[in-house]
């Protein structure tokens, strides 16, 4: 393992010791993936990481973010909000109209930063999502100057199949549970492939390298984070 990924334990276990090991490795096939990589200990030092290193060297003016359990749980997302000198597309205001989010949400896709998370990271270092709308993988794919997203050790998975799999029949069904989508698999746990109205599996991207290179910038984060 290389020594810039030599991931420390969080406790002296079996458990800890083998996640470092498996962060360590997945971070070497992120960068070797042309994505810049950084590994954080949990969500707070994810946070900082981005704030304090990475969000100063992208210059940024504008900054966007996607739907993200794991991102909201850095404490980013307030904090940039807060920062006078960013002009934040925010595409969850709740006081504007479906139409204005809308509009927000294709503006964002011109962001000089764009945060969000991923549904699942596979061992050999590529990302695997599914959307609704699609903003969010259109994000991450171009467009944004800056791409940054926050990743728990829970989203890693063996392959691209297994990756599918995670999606389709845990964290869909668990996110339709959380928002209360009117979904089959709401109600049975897994995808039975439906037409629902409120289906939230519409738009699936795999992106196996970062192009230009750097463009994507991985926070790995030592925790189990989001769904």
């Known amino acids: ?6 991931v420390a334990p969080k406790a002296d276990t079996p458990a800890e010791r083998w996640w470092a090991m498996r962060l360590g490795e997945a971070a070497e096939s992120l960068q070797a993936n042309n994505f810049d990589v950084f590994v954080a200990a949990d969500c707070r030092e994810a946070g900082r990481i981005f704030l304090q290193e990475i969000l100063p060297a992208t210059g940024a003016k504008t900054i966007s973010f996607g739907g993200s359990m794991t991102l909201a749980a850095t404490g980013v997302v307030e904090a940039v909000r807060e920062d006078a000198s960013l002009d934040v597309i925010d595409t969850f205001d709740k006081s504007v109209g479906a139409e204005e989010a809308l509009e927000r949400r294709r503006q964002a896709l011109l962001s000089d930063v764009f945060l969000a998370g991923t549904n699942a990271l596979t061992e050999c270092g590529k990302l695997v999502n599914l959307d609704m709308i ?26 691209v ?18 928002l209360d989508k009117k979904t089959p698999c709401k109600m049975t746990s897994h995808c039975t ?15 196996e390298k970062s192009f230009p290179k750097g463009r994507i910038r991985v926070v790995l984060i030592n925790e189990d984070c989001g769904l």
């Open 161 to 178: 199949a297994a990756a599918m799999d995670r999606i389709k029949n845990y964290a869909s069904p668990t996110n339709t549970m959380r």
């Open 193 to 207: 492939d439906c037409s629902s109205p409120d289906r939230i599996c519409n738009v699936w991207t795999i992106t």
């Open 1 to 6: 393992m290389k020594e810039e990924f030599a």
């Open 134 to 159: 699609g903003n969010r993988v259109g994000a991450i794919n171009f467009g944004p100057k800056h791409v940054v997203l926050f990743i728990g050790r829970n989203k890693l998975v063996e392959d």
